[in-house]
């Protein structure tokens, strides 16, 4: 439950849980941007290729899934990945309608260029191990319950209009 707060100080941007995240989302996105540097990788393509090194291949919708991501957002970041020689978007057999991804070698090679990251990144976080679990499962978990609410208000919206 969110901690109750006055009035006076409800619109304070320092009272906001969205800030706090938008604030360490930027600090985030900087520190991997110095760590996906000499991988060539921004940070969006970085979250494509672990998935992808993870799952070795996946329709674009099951990739936009695990990301979060429309396609309007996904596509163009394939598009840079499969020109740099990372993957490949090849349609399915079973279905004509769905695009699988794969990774090429070079995808798959590159993975270990990027083992250290994780580490290098967790270094900075300076959390004990304890802590940056909890703290990963807490953003899970609003993650989740953010996506399950704007799930039910768009059904709402759709069944009022």
């Not at 840079?80 to 978007?89: I, K, P, T, Y």
């Not at 083992?115 to 959390?127: M, W």
Request: glycine fraction near 6%; charged fraction near 25%.
């Amino acid at each position: 439950m969110a901690p109750q707060i006055s009035r006076d100080d409800a619109l304070k941007l320092d009272n906001q849980l969205c800030f706090a995240l938008y604030a360490a989302t930027r600090a985030m996105m900087n520190t991997y941007r110095t760590l996906l540097d000499h991988l060539g990788l921004t940070f969006p393509q970085y979250l494509v290729m672990l998935v992808l090194w993870e799952t070795g291949q996946c329709t674009v919708k099951d990739l936009g899934q695990a990301l979060y991501l429309d396609s309007g957002t996904l596509s163009p970041l394939l598009k840079r990945l499969e020109v740099a020689g990372l993957l490949r978007r090849t349609r399915s057999a079973r279905d004509e309608r769905a695009v699988e991804v794969s990774l090429t070698e070079a995808g798959q090679a590159l993975k270990e260029q990027a083992f250290p990251i994780p580490g290098e990144f967790n270094c900075r976080v300076a959390l004990e191990d304890q802590e940056f679990s909890h703290l990963r499962g807490q953003l899970r978990h609003l993650a989740e319950t953010l996506t399950a609410s704007n799930e039910i208000n768009d059904a709402a919206d759709e069944n009022a209009g």
